[in-house]
């Protein structure tokens, strides 16, 4: 994956290392290792990945975020996910192609995979004049994904609804649209859960 520096959106896909930033230890599959995101100027989010022995201030020295992993070997692609595209593989290609157009749909992805616990918040941000960013660590591949949260209105948020459900190939209502129904009800504040009619 590459950086561009300047040129990139509030949302990007950081992989997990496969070794210790700091003594280059490889870590063991089923061990525990942590992780900080942070922002350099001019360049964007770095993500480092640390063994338990190195990590201390130094490594979490101006972390927007920080959190501790358990690491997977990665597992070979699934055959499936060629098939059709998923929630996930749609999220990941929306992220590639960085269309501010469909950052709304980006947040709605985020969610519906956070909700199947594919995906884990890790922290909420406000950068200085700028909105609300989420961090999720995908559960799987241990990938720091930094989406940008735009805030939808409930009658905003019926639109991008739609939208997505387009995008993953099934008709708005349709019963064959199942990653549709996993929707979000709400995204502006988790706390603030709408009673169901
Ligand atoms: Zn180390």
Redesign the pocket.
């Known amino acids: 994956m590459s950086v561009q520096p300047g040129s990139q959106p509030e949302w990007n896909i950081r992989a997990a290392a496969a ?7 490889e870590f063991a599959d089923g061990g525990p290792f942590f992780s900080r995101l942070r922002v350099v100027p001019g360049q964007g989010y770095d993500r480092g990945d ?6 201390n201030d130094d490594a979490r020295r101006d972390a927007i975020s920080v959190w501790k992993s358990v690491f997977r070997a990665p597992p070979p692609p699934p055959a499936e996910a060629l098939k059709k595209e998923t929630a996930e593989s749609l999220l990941r290609h929306l992220i590639e192609t960085g269309d501010p157009a469909r950052r709304e749909a980006v947040f709605v992805l985020a969610v519906m995979l956070e909700r199947r616990r594919t995906l884990i918040e890790r922290e909420v941000r406000m950068p200085d004049g700028g909105g609300k960013v989420r961090v999720y660590e995908h559960r799987g591949t241990g990938e720091a994904f930094v989406i940008e949260d735009p805030q939808l209105r409930l009658d905003d948020l019926e639109r991008v609804q739609r939208l997505v459900a387009e995008l993953l190939g099934g008709p708005a209502g349709s019963t064959a649209a199942p990653e549709a129904a996993a929707a979000p009800a709400a995204t502006t504040d988790r706390a603030n859960e709408p009673c169901s009619t």
């Open positions: 070794a210790c930033g700091v003594c280059g230890s640390f063994c338990p022995s190195c990590w």
